[in-house]
C-alpha cells in the first residue's frame, strides 16, 4: 500500500509557476513510477495525463500541451516527486493528481495508488 499526498496548489496568474510536490508514505516509493494527471472542472471531463516518471528520474514522459513548460523530477531519498510548471496557462486550471504503479504510463486506469488531489488555478 502507497499513500500519496499532493501539495502546492494555488492561485496564480497566466505566464507564473508553481512547483507541486508528492509525497509518498512508503519507504519503497524507489520500486514505484509516478504519474502526474490533471482533471478539469466541466462536466464529461476525464483525467488528463501530464507527465510521468520512472522509478530512478531516468525516463519522463509528457503530454504534447505541458511540453517545455512543466518538468517532472523525483527524490527517491525524500519519497518525493515533483512536477515544476512554468508559464502556466488559464487552460492547466485543474485539480491535479499524483499516482504510482510500477511503471509509468499516460494512462490513468495502469495506476493503482492515487492522491486526493490539489486545486491549480491560473487567471487571465
Known amino acids: 500500500q502507497v499513500q500519496l499526498v499532493e501539495s502546492g496548489g494555488g492561485l496564480v496568474q497566466a505566464g507564473g509557476s508553481l512547483r507541486l510536490s508528492c509525497a509518498a508514505s512508503?519507504?519503497?516509493?524507489?520500486?514505484?513510477?509516478v504519474g502526474w494527471f490533471r482533471q478539469r472542472q466541466a462536466p464529461g471531463k476525464e483525467r488528463e495525463f501530464v507527465?510521468?516518471?520512472?522509478?530512478?528520474?531516468?525516463?519522463?514522459y509528457y503530454a504534447d500541451s505541458v511540453k517545455g513548460r512543466f518538468t517532472i523530477s523525483r527524490d527517491n531519498a525524500k519519497n518525493m516527486v515533483f512536477l515544476q510548471m512554468n508559464r502556466l496557462k488559464p487552460e492547466d486550471t485543474a485539480v491535479y493528481y499524483c499516482a504510482a504503479d510500477s511503471i509509468p504510463t499516460m494512462t490513468s486506469t495502469t495506476y493503482e495508488y492515487w492522491g486526493q488531489g490539489t486545486q491549480v488555478t491560473v487567471s487571465s
Open positions: 512508503r519507504h519503497t516509493f524507489t520500486n514505484y513510477a
Open positions: 507527465a510521468a516518471i520512472n522509478w530512478n528520474g531516468a525516463n519522463t
